[in-house]
């Protein structure tokens, strides 16, 4: 078996952050660890260290002080250790050349967040059960 997924969460807002925090306690039943960091900075600071253990899939806030969203993910990407960790934007923001931008800095995906909490839930049902399924870098395959 394998072991559970480890998502990170970036997000400045601390009402966003709780709220996918309990979305992912509803998937209990789901193999998924989330955690989360308020910034982009606090996030880029975790993995800092030739043992930092790293998540599996990062999904991103875009509007985020200090350092971007984008801001992020073009760190992230510029990094030979960082670039292969899968990072879906997760944002409100349905503008064309956020989405543009996004994939032009290697996003693996744009996400919209759904401000309707039952519709929210099942985003994170359907990226738990995608990512789970998905071969990745650092999460071993079942045997």
């Not at 997924?5 to 979305?23: F, N, T, Y």
């Not at 910034?39 to 599996?56: K, M, V, W, Y």
């Amino acid at each position: 078996m394998t072991r559970a997924l480890r998502v990170l969460l970036i997000d400045d807002s601390p009402a966003e952050r709780l709220l996918a925090e309990e979305a992912f306690a509803l998937t209990d039943e789901l193999l998924c660890t989330l955690t989360t960091a308020p910034s982009g900075l606090e996030a880029l600071t975790r993995f800092q260290g030739p043992n930092a253990a790293l998540p599996d899939v990062i999904l991103l806030d875009i509007n985020m002080p200090g350092m971007s969203g984008f801001e992020v993910l073009a760190t992230l990407k510029a990094d030979p250790k960082l670039r292969v960790v899968p990072v879906v934007m997760f944002s409100t923001s349905p503008a064309p050349e956020d989405v543009t931008q996004a994939y032009t800095l290697h996003a693996s995906a744009y996400l919209l967040k759904s401000p309707e909490f039952h519709t929210f839930l099942e985003q994170i049902e359907t990226f738990i059960l995608f990512w789970s399924r998905t071969h990745l870098p650092y999460r071993p395959t079942p045997a």
